[in-house]
């Protein structure tokens, strides 16, 4: 607290070191709180909820940890020092780490290259984080001005961290502090951690005013001196260093024009754009009040990217990277500019420059209305290749003050060019307000030098009876029309025929603009202005069409292929380098040629018309209709030779052509001799959906188009298969109606031979399967009487239900039919001790639950349409897709099918015992052996037409025909097996009757020998009584 009580430097630590020792506290958990300072290394997050956020001091009384739930009581009170990291700049820190001095005397004199003067306490802060991630940080600090430290005149206050690579304070990256008279204190905020206090300075006039300016070495400098020195400098250099320093001093001191009268020192935009891009040093980021200017490369390590920079008016700049991106996008920026990931690709240098207030760039464009709005934003980059790759760059900008308009205006998100002279808005968005951040947002899809511009607002020309010409001109579309058609029926000037073509392709977006039918031109017509351009240099691309006339080889391994067009952007030109990011965009229309294709071309020539209401109805002898932009394309050759042409088409339907009903597609050309649309040489249109779009080819070129025309539904029929399959299901149903009825029958008339419900149980197998053949019938009836189409592919709702239900039937039966078997061959091989009922209702209920559960999982599969579980067979059926068949259908089937397959060998084995030990036949037995027979054959029969039976949707016409007769036979044969089980059941209770009967018949015999008898005993002992009484009288 006094170095004057050691006289031996040796022991006096640095301010390094004590930034060094603060950081290298580890893995504890340490507060050491004393009247000379506070220390605290925490962990971040203390549980509960609790979060460390810094820490406070008060003199005389000692430090106190700051977290989530005393930091506004801390806040206001009498504090001598604080600092608070905000939550959100701890993600992903693990320790916080801070000391606190109350009386910085290591501190005081540490710098003397300057004239500030400590303030007040020392804060040392650091965090240890578990990535390396870097977070965006936010730390706000509060100082008193020490009794001891208080200046002694008039001062202004800095808010400072200390450099340990200058040793200098410095105030980059913090904000000027704000006197809190109720507390007595200074309070700022800093955007980085380090070693902090509160400076003071003799207040002095400031230099930075309308003609001096500060520099780096503190001197106050004319700007006119500062302005001619630096482009003197600036015109003479090629040191990436230089460069960039007296850039930053040239825009700082031209920050008011006014400040000087000669003109031979101020840059031009074309300069300024050419030294940004000169710097070649990724090292460079200069950042001031006016201004920030980077070099980066984008790579930084550590998954970490350069995407661009940012500036806030009165804080400074910032780099925008991979990890601070979203922070930065979120906050009340004035300007930035973020290069997509995926547009760095090859780029070893990005160079940015924002300049705050770009008066430079006030009134370079005179030939329009346009006025600048925001801050400008100058983009560059060096490539390690020559490749050009698809740009894409957001920019975003606040309106300035000083820029306002004071009337009703349109903005405009534009870029200067420099060989026109006139900022353009080609390639780049119409800017969207952010009401949220006060500002406007856009995309650009190449580099220059950016900004927001304002015109006033003006009642858009561009309707259905006046446009815009190229000079401004507001004109009848009319007018333009007659004037263009003039023109190109008059002239074979290529550079005539492609603007008068372009601005009559604008003029007729609506016809009914005009009623002279003399000024239209014909597809012909069309074809023909196309044709004849030779110019291989000319592109005109606006919000109607684009047209290209190229030649293919551009040099520099760059072909042209053709063209693309997206509504409401416009149109682009496709090369072999940009092909796949086209082919990959939301693009309305484009046509590509192959590169074999272009041998001996000299030029290719396109049109693209966004709107072609020349078009619409150019073919009456037909129901075709247009469903897209039209291409035109044309190629000029060197030879007559005539390689093979392969043209690849890209068709968006445009939502004022699309159908109101089904639709079929076609890929069509014009046929200029039978004024037909025709589809010869094309191949059929394939849907994408990606991109919303159709995709087809061509061997030939000329003017085509999508066409639509209604869909004719398929035609309905029932092949004998069908018929038979009907047939004979609805039969076997009728079998079932009839046992029913027989049995009931018996019931009520003969009920001495009416058998017990229980001894039906096995055609519980039975009626199951007559349900599922019912609910079969409902679907194959309900598919094949809907109206369907050939691309009809989703089943409907009534037909999932009732294909889920099928399949729940199907599922069932052959539980039933295990379980009923199963139980009966226990019956078989027991006769002694017969299983109970029981048995057999428990698994009857287990087989209700397994199919539910297999039924409930192809519902929910089939919930989400990208499975693709089922499909609609046209007037067939709904089932399940080929690969989904294998698990819900194969599987089961053949497990069912194996487990009867071990029933019926366990069977034939006891069969083959009972043979080979038993005395003699019974009758009883024999008629339990048919039962189980019976029932392993009816699911035998079963499992193997159901086995074959979905396949007969996705297999060959001749392998499905004997499919499907063989699923009719086999289905067929469970009416005979329902009416041979029930034969059985009922000859089996007969047979029971006849022994009975039988039994009783035998019993009754004996009974009456045994009374003949007892009679005729009693009778013989009465004689013998009497023989006895006379021989005694």
């Known amino acids: 607290m006094n170095l004057n009580a050691t006289l031996n430097s040796t022991y006096k630590l640095t301010e390094n070191e004590i930034d060094t020792y603060v950081s290298n506290i580890r893995n504890v958990n340490l507060t050491i709180n004393t009247n000379d300072s506070i220390i605290i290394a925490q962990p971040v997050n203390q549980g509960g909820n609790v979060t460390i956020l810094g820490a406070?001091?008060?003199?005389?009384?000692?430090?106190?940890?700051?977290?989530?739930?005393?930091?506004?009581?801390?806040?206001?009170?009498?504090?001598?020092?604080?600092?608070?990291?905000?939550?959100?700049?701890?993600?992903?820190a693990t320790s916080l780490n801070m000391l606190i001095i109350d009386k910085p005397t290591i501190y005081k004199n540490i710098e003397n290259s300057t004239d500030k003067t400590l303030a007040s306490s020392v804060i040392v802060t650091t965090v240890q984080t578990n990535d390396s991630v870097l977070t965006q940080t936010n730390i706000s600090l509060y100082f008193r001005v020490l009794n001891e430290y208080r200046p002694n005149r008039?001062?202004?206050?800095?808010?400072?961290?200390?450099?340990?690579?200058?040793?200098?304070?410095?105030?980059?990256?913090?904000?000027?502090?704000?006197?809190?008279?109720?507390?007595?204190?200074?309070?700022?905020?800093?955007?980085?951690?380090?070693?902090?206090?509160?400076?003071?300075?003799?207040?002095?006039?400031?230099?930075?005013?309308?003609?001096?300016?500060?520099?780096?070495?503190?001197?106050?400098?004319?700007?006119?001196?500062?302005?001619?020195?630096?482009?003197?400098?600036?015109?003479?250099?090629?040191?990436?260093?230089?460069?960039?320093?007296?850039?930053?001093?040239?825009?700082?001191?031209v920050t008011n024009l006014n400040a000087t009268s000669n003109s031979s020192y101020i840059l031009t935009v074309d300069e300024i754009d050419t030294f940004v891009s000169r710097i070649n040093d990724t090292s460079v980021t200069i950042n001031t009040?006016?201004?920030?200017?980077?070099?980066?490369?984008?790579?930084?390590?550590?998954?970490?990217?350069?995407?661009?920079?940012?500036?806030?008016?009165?804080?400074?700049?910032?780099?925008?990277?991979?990890?601070?991106?979203?922070?930065?996008?979120?906050?009340?920026?004035?300007?930035?500019?973020?290069?997509?990931?995926?547009?760095?690709?090859?780029?070893?240098?990005?160079?940015?420059?924002?300049?705050?207030?770009?008066?430079?760039?006030?009134?370079?464009?005179?030939?329009?209305?346009?006025?600048?709005?925001?801050?400008?934003?100058?983009?560059?980059?060096?490539?390690?290749?020559?490749?050009?790759?698809?740009?894409?760059?957001?920019?975003?900008?606040?309106?300035l003050n000083e820029y306002k308009p004071d009337v009703s205006a349109d903005y405009l998100c534009s870029f200067y060019n420099t060989i026109t002279l006139k900022w353009n808005e080609f390639g780049c968005t119409k800017p969207q307000y952010n009401p949220t951040f006060d500002r406007y947002e856009c995309t650009c899809n190449h580099l220059s030098t950016f900004a927001l511009l304002w015109a006033p607002y003006v009642i858009p020309c561009g309707n259905?009876?006046?446009?815009?010409?190229?000079?401004?001109?507001?004109?009848?579309?009319?007018?333009?029309?007659?004037?263009?058609?003039?023109?190109?029926?008059?002239?074979?000037?290529?550079?005539?025929?492609?603007?008068?073509?372009?601005?009559?392709?604008?003029?007729?977006?609506?016809?009914?603009?005009?009623?002279?039918?003399?000024?239209?031109?014909?597809?012909?017509?069309?074809?023909?202005?196309?044709?004849?351009?030779?110019?291989?240099?000319?592109?005109?691309?606006?919000?109607?069409?684009?047209?290209?006339?190229?030649?293919?080889?551009?040099?520099?391994?760059?072909?042209?292929?053709?063209?693309?067009?997206?509504?409401?952007?416009?149109?682009?030109?496709?090369?072999?380098?940009?092909?796949?990011?086209?082919?990959?965009?939301?693009?309305?229309?484009?046509?590509?040629?192959?590169?074999?294709?272009?041998?001996?071309?000299?030029?290719?020539?396109?049109?693209?018309?966004?709107?072609?209401?020349?078009?619409?109805?150019?073919?009456?002898?037909?129901?075709?209709?247009?469903?897209?932009?039209?291409?035109?394309?044309?190629?000029q050759r060197n030879d007559s030779r005539l390689p093979p042409t392969n043209i690849s088409l890209y068709f968006r339907v445009l939502n004022e052509y699309k159908p109101n009903t089904r639709a079929d597609y076609f890929c069509s050309f014009y046929d200029t001799t039978t004024s037909k649309w025709n589809e010869s040489g094309c191949t059929r249109p394939e849907y994408k959906p990606t991109f919303d779009r159709y995709e087809c080819s061509c061997n030939h070129t000329t003017s085509f188009a999508l066409i639509w025309l209604p869909k004719v539904p398929l035609t309905r029929h029932l092949n004998a298969q069908d018929i038979a399959l009907l047939i004979v299901l609805s039969i076997v149903i009728l079998c079932f109606i009839a046992i029913i009825i027989h049995g009931l029958t018996i019931r009520i008339c003969i009920s001495s031979v009416s058998t017990q419900a229980r001894h039906l149980l096995p055609l519980i197998s039975c009626a199951v399967t007559i349900i599922l053949f019912i609910f079969y019938i409902a679907l194959s009836m309900t598919v094949y009487t809907k109206t369907a189409y050939d691309d009809e592919k989703q089943c409907f709702t009534s037909s999932s239900v009732l294909m889920f239900f099928v399949y729940f039937f199907l599922i069932f039966m052959f539980c039933v039919k295990t379980s009923v078997g199963y139980f009966n061959y226990l019956r078989f091989v027991h006769l002694s001790s017969q299983p109970s009922y029981r048995q057999l209702y428990i698994m009857l209920?287990?087989?209700?639950?397994?199919?539910?559960?297999?039924?409930?999982?192809?519902?929910?599969?089939?919930?989400?349409?990208?499975?693709?579980?089922?499909?609609?067979?046209?007037?067939?059926?709904?089932?399940?897709?080929?690969?989904?068949?294998?698990?819900?259908?194969?599987?089961?089937?053949?497990?069912?099918?194996?487990?009867?397959?071990?029933?019926f060998i366990f069977v034939a084995y006891h069969i083959l015992n009972h043979v080979q030990n038993a005395a003699s036949s019974d009758q009883s037995y024999t008629r339990m052996k048919q039962c189980v027979i019976v029932l392993l054959l009816s699911c035998a029969t079963q499992g193997i037409g159901w086995l074959l039976g979905p396949f007969l949707t996705s297999v060959g016409e001749e392998a499905g025909n004997v499919l499907g007769w063989f699923f009719i036979i086999f289905n067929g044969l469970e009416g005979l097996w329902c009416i041979v089980l029930y034969i059985i059941i009922l000859s089996k209770h007969i047979d029971e009757r006849k022994r009975v009967i039988t039994a009783k018949e035998v019993k009754k015999p004996t009974e009456s020998i045994y009374h003949k008898y007892e009679d005729y005993y009693e009778k013989n002992n009465e004689k013998e009584d009497d023989s006895m009484t006379k021989e005694t009288i």
């Open 845 to 903: 209920v287990i087989s209700f639950f397994i199919s539910i559960t297999w039924m409930a999982f192809a519902a929910g599969f089939n919930s989400n349409l990208s499975f693709h579980i089922t499909q609609l067979y046209p007037h067939k059926i709904c089932w399940f897709t080929r690969p989904a068949i294998y698990y819900f259908m194969t599987i089961p089937v053949c497990l069912f099918l194996l487990i009867n397959i071990i029933i």
């Open 464 to 635: 259905a009876t006046h446009m815009s010409v190229s000079n401004g001109s507001c004109i009848s579309r009319t007018e333009v029309q007659i004037e263009t058609v003039n023109t190109l029926r008059n002239t074979t000037n290529s550079s005539v025929i492609a603007e008068n073509l372009s601005l009559y392709i604008s003029s007729v977006m609506n016809l009914n603009a005009t009623s002279n039918s003399s000024y239209i031109l014909t597809v012909d017509e069309i074809d023909t202005f196309v044709s004849r351009i030779n110019d291989t240099n000319i592109t005109i691309n606006n919000n109607d069409s684009i047209l290209v006339a190229k030649q293919p080889n551009q040099g520099d391994n760059i072909i042209v292929l053709g063209a693309s067009f997206t509504r409401g952007i416009g149109g682009e030109v496709v090369h072999n380098e940009n092909k796949d990011e086209v082919i990959n965009s939301n693009l309305s229309t484009a046509a590509i040629i192959s590169q074999q294709s272009l041998t001996g071309v000299i030029s290719l020539n396109m049109l693209i018309i966004d709107k072609p209401t020349t078009y619409e109805n150019i073919d009456i002898s037909t129901n075709k209709k247009l469903a897209s932009s039209v291409i035109i394309v044309a190629v």
């Open 289 to 399: 009040n006016d201004l920030i200017l980077v070099a980066k490369q984008p790579n930084q390590g550590d998954n970490i990217t350069v995407l661009g920079v940012s500036f806030t008016r009165g804080t400074g700049g910032e780099v925008v990277y991979t990890v601070n991106k979203d922070f930065v996008i979120n906050s009340p920026l004035s300007t930035a500019a973020i290069i997509s990931n995926q547009s760095l690709t090859g780029i070893t240098s990005l160079n940015m420059l924002i300049i705050d207030k770009p008066t430079t760039y006030e009134d370079i464009d005179i030939s329009t209305n346009k006025k600048l709005a925001s801050s400008v934003i100058v983009v560059g980059a060096q490539r390690n290749d020559s490749r050009l790759l698809p740009m894409y760059i957001s920019l975003y900008f606040q309106v």
């Open 154 to 253: 008039v001062a202004q206050y800095f808010c400072s961290f200390y450099n340990t690579i200058t040793l200098k304070w410095n105030e980059s990256g913090c904000t000027r502090p704000q006197y809190n008279p109720t507390f007595d204190r200074y309070e700022c905020t800093c955007n980085h951690l380090s070693t902090f206090a509160l400076l003071w300075a003799p207040y002095a006039i400031p230099c930075g005013n309308a003609t001096h300016m500060s520099v780096s070495n503190g001197s106050c400098i004319s700007r006119t001196e500062v302005q001619i020195e630096t482009v003197n400098t600036l015109r003479n250099t090629t040191n990436s260093s230089v460069i960039a320093e007296n850039l930053s001093l040239y825009i700082s001191s």
């Open 56 to 92: 406070s001091f008060t003199r005389g009384i000692g430090g106190q940890i700051v977290n989530g739930a005393n930091t506004n009581d801390i806040i206001n009170s009498n504090l001598s020092a604080a600092a608070i990291i905000s939550n959100q700049s701890l993600t992903g």
